[in-house]
């Protein structure tokens, strides 16, 4: 090998390795984060915009009742989940052109650092706190209502918190708490922390069941989940989307087995039959529904299948 061709191969060697190692550094970074989460969409003359608090590891094989552990895997297969299911906290504001309404405020601080995202994505959405004029709550559960509150004074300062009666007289009376196991307390506590601020600001508004709260946005009984939980129909021009709250929890069961209830439900009997009918109706009527622990945005209609239901996402798609 001459003197010429060993120069010519290591100057190709030196190129090689130049050239690996300008690759190696063009390659991009992971960057780690997930998107901000909301989902905006239109509903008639309304805007409606699905916030994402974040999401909690919840082991539905323990919290589940009326159903067979089998019977769980074996739906929760067919959907491809696995327990602890990973379970999305969802919030929902609808801009009615006259005012700005948040329906349930997710968690804050009251479930762990998975969740309490509620407000950074109410911004990213382009709106502020103070705008709000109404915060319905769906019940007083503190992955509701916990993020009503921040730093002991109300997160929405210009908001009225509404929620039914039969709610606030149980989880926010202190002789309730005191009946309540001592696991349970917390909730009470939860409650009674994010009400507090509205309650002293005399902007707390209890509701007696079936009500018009805001032009357009209904509250309907629901109770059984909790003694007075609703839920919120919505409509538009024709157009209706109903927001379930509590009323289901685990999409991949208890769509396909309605009468499966959860260890959550005070009163898990009326919490069934409330399902059972809220399901019957949405498959008939058509129309849109969401639920606070559907998979985000958790969006979308309802049709019969195989002695159950089939829940059928709304496709992400332009806003108008």
Do not use: C
Request: proline share 6%; aromatic share 8%; no cysteine.
């Amino acid at each position: 090998m001459n003197k010429a061709f060993r120069q010519r191969l290591g100057q190709a060697a030196l190129g090689l390795s130049l050239l690996a190692a300008t690759a190696a550094q063009a390659a991009a970074p992971q960057v780690g984060t997930q998107a901000p989460g909301f989902y905006r969409m239109a509903l008639g003359d309304f805007e409606v915009t699905a916030l994402f608090d974040g999401a909690i590891d919840l082991d539905v094989k323990q919290l589940l009742t009326n159903v067979k552990p089998a019977q769980v895997d074996k739906l929760m297969k067919q959907s491809f989940a696995s327990n602890p299911l990973r379970t999305s906290v969802n919030g929902y504001l609808i801009n009615t052109g006259s005012q700005l309404v948040l329906i349930d405020a997710g968690a804050a601080g009251l479930f762990g650092p998975s969740l309490g995202q509620l407000m950074a994505n109410l911004k990213a959405a382009g709106y502020q706190p103070e705008q709000v004029d109404a915060v319905l709550i769906t019940h007083l559960h503190p992955d509701h209502v916990g993020g009503a509150m921040a730093a002991g004074q109300r997160a929405f300062p210009n908001a009225t918190l509404h929620v039914d009666q039969r709610d606030a007289a149980y989880w926010l009376s202190e002789a309730e708490m005191a009946k309540a196991p001592k696991e349970a307390q917390g909730f009470f506590q939860g409650a009674m922390a994010a009400a507090k601020p509205y309650a002293d600001a005399g902007a707390l508004k209890t509701f007696d069941g079936n009500t018009e709260l805001v032009p357009g946005v209904r509250a309907l009984r629901a109770y059984g989940h909790t003694p007075g939980h609703s839920v919120y129909a919505v409509e538009s021009r024709g157009q209706k989307l109903v927001l379930w709250g509590d009323l289901m929890h685990v999409s991949a069961v208890q769509f396909a087995q309605p009468s499966v209830t959860i260890q959550f439900d005070t009163d898990s009997k009326a919490a069934m039959g409330e399902r059972r009918n809220a399901y019957a109706d949405a498959a008939k009527g058509g129309y849109l529904v969401a639920a606070g622990h559907l998979p985000f945005p958790g969006i979308g209609r309802l049709r019969p299948e195989a002695g159950g239901y089939r829940f059928v996402p709304i496709d992400y798609v332009p806003y108008k």
